[in-house]
């Protein structure tokens, strides 16, 4: 059974720092393209950040670029989303996703961690 588990989120001040965490299990995360999306109320899902199963290709939202830096923890099967200088537009619940293609699709997701930005 595969589980993406996030956790991580809470309230934080604006220009404050968060670290999402996404622990995986029955997936191996350096096989698969894992991302991160958020989604606030009535906006549709957007990608935040992904990184590639060689753990060295990554890419991010323009409105976070220089802000947030996707990493990995292979011994832990871990994924992580550091997140600087948050502000208020940062509110979101996040979501932990895992894709592949080869050799058979797959597309999990997490259950979600809010992510709240305010004073």
């Known amino acids: 059974q595969v589980q993406l588990v996030e956790s991580g989120g809470g309230l934080v001040q604006p220009g404050g720092s968060l670290r999402l965490s996404c622990a995986a299990s029955?997936?191996?995360?350096?096989?698969?393209?894992m991302r991160w999306y958020r989604q606030d109320p009535g906006k549709e899902r957007e990608l935040v950040a992904g990184i590639g199963k060689d753990g060295g290709s990554t890419n991010y939202a323009d409105s976070v670029t220089g802000r947030f830096t996707i990493s990995r923890d292979d011994a832990k099967n871990t994924v992580y989303l550091q997140m600087n200088s948050l502000n208020p537009e940062d509110t979101a619940v996040y979501f932990c996703n895992a894709y592949r293609r080869i050799p058979l699709r797959r597309n999990y997701w997490g259950q979600g961690t809010q992510v709240t930005v305010s004073s």
């Open positions: 029955g997936v191996t995360v350096s096989s698969y393209t």
